[in-house]
């Protein structure tokens, strides 16, 4: 007779998420891995008198979800209570965030920084009423005059400032742009309080720092809401010297080694994989072997299934709704945007580049870069080829992270050379109507072509950029399914619509495959991590318009229910 299994899930569809995509009905977990797959029965003789046995009564099981891009402990940060929601539905005008900044700044002593994240102008009333309008300071001004308020945008690539805070951050109309970042200014050349890519870094580096607790704080609400949402992998991308810019500072070193005190307590509940980010916005090539060298060995000693650090992330453009992605075309109403690195022309931001490419590559080093615009990742994916035709590597897995307009061409050498691409399409549905202002109909309608890169070969991956967008997997599974306007309901796009598998594999067995552990994790087969997500519903047969609001009933973590919700 075969040893009991700890754990057994039966009467359900499991999707298995395997070379076939096989679906079954049970599947069974001994010693935290897969023990079986197959059906009701056959799995009934692994049900010993110790066995947990949970009925699921026609829901789904797939492999627990891999979010391949979430900035967990930024997303735990920019959260309340630690920071003001203004995303959409929790505002809907200007007047809602001034009116949630005042009540914030009615709660803490004069001084204090208020902070608040994601708004968009897609959503706000005052902006759709009149073509071109932006936040600007005098918007929060009066309800803030004694506190700095720095309020992120949805994309995390825009800050919205006080007038308390820009004098805070000492920017004046005489303040030099920093490389790769906007200060938008009225037409008196004063600032208006709205910082883009990395002038964001004149106010970030005059924010106080998280301590250790709060950044404890931050990680373990992230990953509770990671469990609630069937999620038990996710890569954190870019913590190190680099993330001192990006959202509160969260994403610095001492991120990095809250994670490795959490792991070696036993007290991190997740699989995290962590690209280190050497290099600031427009950080300067030759600073990259210096500050690779300081992290040299981080989080050695932590169990690779859990901690790991796998690569670099590089910031090389910013994002078409800001338009600040390099396009080959203009975007509508005049601009290219450009590289977001060192350098006075695309010529020499070009250059450092391959130069930062080619030093990641030849020190073996996996490489996810931040690039959207068509310019920006050809010119991304020419400087993976000349690294690799400079040092052969076989299975370096590079990856191009956002990826909003790859070419036809840039795909195709992709998928030639074994690279990957993330996308996001639970933003698509929330910027698909925006996005035909500022690109035009047509590059709008193309945006993240996730079946192109599909068809091409590419194990594309799904991701919510979280706190980009909430970390819903259910809704970028619709959206890649639908392309869809969640504003308007207009299809944007329809040809690169996938199907559920495609999907599916997006948050699953793709993004073990992007994390090196695709051997055992991300799919439901013997002897890998028993990681299970189970859902309310037929997810197969399931209309995709019906995808989004199936709630998660189960989440299985290494082995143990660590989320519950029948």
């Given at each position: 007779m075969p040893r009991p299994a700890d754990l057994v899930l039966v009467n359900g569809t499991v999707l298995t998420v395997d070379a076939a995509f096989r679906t079954t009905q049970a599947v069974a977990v001994r010693d935290r891995r897969i023990a079986a797959t197959g059906s009701t029965r056959e799995l009934r003789e692994l049900i010993g008198p110790g066995t947990e046995v949970i009925d699921l009564q026609g829901r789904t099981a797939l492999p627990g979800v891999n979010d391949s891009h979430l900035h967990a402990a930024a997303f735990g940060a920019t959260r309340p209570p630690l920071a003001l929601d203004v995303a959409s539905p929790a505002v809907s005008s200007l007047a809602d965030i001034r009116e949630a900044v005042r009540r914030k700044a009615a709660e803490l002593p004069p001084g204090d920084w208020i902070f608040g994240n994601g708004w968009d102008v897609g959503y706000l009333k005052e902006c759709l009423a009149v073509r071109g309008r932006t936040p600007c300071r005098q918007d929060l001004d009066e309800v803030s005059p004694r506190h700095p308020v720095l309020l992120y945008e949805f994309s995390g690539h825009t800050s919205w400032l006080n007038s308390r805070a820009l004098e805070l951050a000492g920017i004046t109309a005489a303040t030099p742009v920093p490389p790769g970042g906007v200060i938008e200014t009225d037409a008196h050349g004063a600032p208006t309080g709205i910082l883009r890519e990395g002038a964001q870094d004149l106010?970030?580096?005059?924010?106080?720092?998280?301590?250790?607790?709060?950044?404890?704080?931050?990680?373990?609400?992230?990953?509770?809401?990671?469990?609630?949402?069937?999620?038990?992998?996710?890569?954190?991308?870019?913590?190190?010297?680099?993330?001192?810019?990006?959202?509160?500072?969260?994403?610095?070193?001492?991120?990095?080694?809250?994670?490795?005190?959490?792991?070696?307590?036993?007290?991190?509940?997740?699989?995290?994989?962590?690209?280190?980010?050497?290099?600031?916005?427009?950080?300067?090539?030759?600073?990259?072997?210096?500050?690779?060298?300081?992290?040299?060995?981080?989080?050695?000693?932590?169990?690779?299934?859990?901690?790991?650090?796998?690569?670099?992330?590089?910031?090389?453009?910013?994002?078409?709704?800001?338009?600040?992605?390099?396009?080959?075309?203009?975007?509508?109403g005049g601009g290219y945007g450009s590289l977001c690195l060192h350098g006075h022309s695309d010529a020499q931001r070009v250059e450092e580049l391959d130069a930062i490419v080619r030093h990641v590559h030849a020190a073996g080093h996996q490489l996810g870069v931040h690039i959207t615009g068509d310019h920006g990742i050809d010119a991304v994916v020419e400087a993976f080829e000349a690294a690799q035709t400079d040092a052969p590597r076989?299975?370096?897995?590079?990856?191009?992270?956002?990826?909003?307009?790859?070419?036809?061409?840039?795909?195709?050498?992709?998928?030639?050379?074994?690279?990957?691409?993330?996308?996001?399409?639970?933003?698509?549905?929330?910027?698909?109507?925006?996005?035909?202002?500022?690109?035009?109909?047509?590059?709008?309608?193309?945006?993240?072509?996730?079946?192109?890169?599909?068809?091409?070969?590419?194990?594309?991956?799904?991701?919510?950029?979280?706190?980009?967008?909430?970390?819903?997997?259910?809704?970028?599974?619709?959206?890649?399914?639908?392309?869809?306007?969640?504003?308007?309901?207009?299809?944007?796009g329809p040809e690169q619509c996938v199907g559920l598998e495609t999907a599916i594999r997006a948050y699953t067995s793709n993004a073990a495959w992007q994390d090196f552990a695709e051997s055992w994790k991300g799919s439901l087969e013997v002897g890998k991590a028993a990681d299970i997500c189970v859902v309310d519903g037929d997810l197969p047969h399931a209309d995709p318009h019906e995808i989004a609001e199936l709630p998660v009933a189960l989440t299985v973590f290494d082995g143990e229910v660590v989320h519950d919700a029948r």
């Open positions: 106010v970030n580096s005059v924010v106080p720092l998280m301590d250790d607790a709060a950044r404890e704080a931050a990680i373990r609400s992230a990953v509770a809401v990671c469990h609630a949402e069937g999620i038990t992998s996710f890569t954190e991308p870019g913590l190190g010297p680099g993330g001192t810019s990006l959202f509160l500072g969260v994403a610095d070193t001492g991120t990095l080694e809250t994670y490795a005190r959490l792991e070696a307590a036993g007290e991190l509940r997740a699989r995290v994989s962590v690209l280190l980010l050497p290099l600031e916005m427009g950080g300067a090539a030759r600073h990259l072997p210096e500050r690779l060298a300081q992290l040299n060995g981080v989080c050695a000693d932590a169990d690779p299934r859990l901690l790991r650090v796998l690569g670099v992330k590089l910031f090389a453009d910013g994002i078409p709704p800001s338009r600040t992605a390099w396009m080959h075309e203009e975007y509508v076989p299975d370096a897995r590079h990856y191009v992270i956002h990826g909003d307009f790859a070419s036809a061409r840039s795909l195709a050498t992709l998928a030639r050379h074994g690279w990957g691409i993330n996308m996001n399409p639970g933003v698509k549905d929330a910027i698909a109507d925006l996005m035909d202002g500022i690109v035009g109909p047509e590059r709008s309608a193309y945006q993240w072509p996730v079946r192109s890169a599909a068809e091409a070969g590419i194990p594309v991956t799904a991701s919510s950029d979280a706190p980009i967008t909430y970390p819903d997997w259910r809704r970028g599974v619709a959206s890649m399914m639908l392309r869809e306007s969640k504003a308007s309901g207009r299809q944007s």
